[in-house]
C-alpha cells in the first residue's frame, strides 16, 4: 500500500468513484424500463413546479410541520456526530493535535484517533445493516411508537456515553448508535408521511386532499439538506470558540434529545376502513397515538 504511486486521496476518491459507476450501472441495467403508454399527465397549470414546493411549504399542516422539524433536528444531531466523529476520536479520547508538529508524539496520537475513528464509523455501518433487517420484526412485535421512540432514545444515551467516558472501549461500541439513528430517520418519517397522506385523503379539508406527495417528500428529503448546512458550518465555529472537541458530542446529544421530545408529539395512525385497521404493521391501539398529545385533525 506505501509503495503505490497514489496518495491516500487519490487512492480513496478512485475507489468512491469506481464503487459510483459499477453502482450506476448496475442500476441501469438491473431493470428494462416499461415504456408509459398512458395518457399525459402534463398540467395545464402555468404555476411552475418550484411555485408549488414552496406553497406547500407555506400550507403545511400541523402534523407534516411537526414531522419536519423533527427530521431537521435529527439530522443535525446525526450528521454533526457522523461528519466530525474521526476528529473527536482524536482530538478528545486519543488527546492528539492535528496542528502538532511533523513527527511529535501529538500529531502521532491524532492519526492513530481517526484510523481509531474510521472503524468507529464501519461498526456504524454493521449496525444500520443489522437495524434495517430487524426493524420489520420490531415493529411488528413491540409496535413503530414504541421502537421510534426507544431508536432515538439510545442516540442522544450514546452520545452522552461518550461524553462522560471519552475512552476507546465506550467510542468504538457507541459508534453503532450512528446507524441506529440513520435507520431512524430515514425509514420512520416517510413510512409517518404515507401514513399522513392515506389520512388526508379522507379527511375534509380539500386543500389536504390535494397536496401533493411528490412534494412533500421533496420537502422531508431537503431537510437533510438542512442539517448538514447548520451543522457543518455552525460546529467548526463552536469548535473553535470552545477550544474542545467534545462540543460534537454535546451538539449530538443535545439535538438528539429534541428530536426525541419532538417525536412524542408525532401520531402513528393509519386510516380506518370499513370498520379494519392494518394488524400487520400496528399490533397496539395505544401504538397509533403520539406518546404526549394527540392530533386534532379533522378527519371525514
Known sequence: WKSSPLTDEQITFTLAFMYLAVATALSLCSHKERKYDGDSRESTDSENMFTRYLRSMWHTPADLRLLVLYSCLGYIAFLG??????????YAVYKGDSSAPADSEKLSLYRKGVHVGSWGLCIC?????V??????KLTASVGIRSVFIAMNVVFFLGCGAMIVTQSVYVVLPMASVFGVMFITLTAFPFTLLSIYHERYKKCNDVVLQQRDYGLDIALLNSTMAIGQIISAS???AIIDTVGSRVVIMYSGCIFGFLASFVGCFLEFRYNVSNGKTDRSLLQQTEETQPLLVSS????A
Do not use: H, P, R
Not at 81 to 90: A, Q
Not at 131 to 136: A, G, K, M, Q, V
Open 234 to 236: 455552525c460546529l467548526g
Open 81 to 90: 456526530c457522523l461528519l466530525f466523529f474521526t476528529d473527536f476520536v482524536g
Open 296 to 299: 386534532n385533525l379533522k378527519e
Open 131 to 136: 437495524c434495517s433487517i430487524l426493524l420489520t
Open 125 to 129: 455501518d454493521v449496525s444500520t445493516v
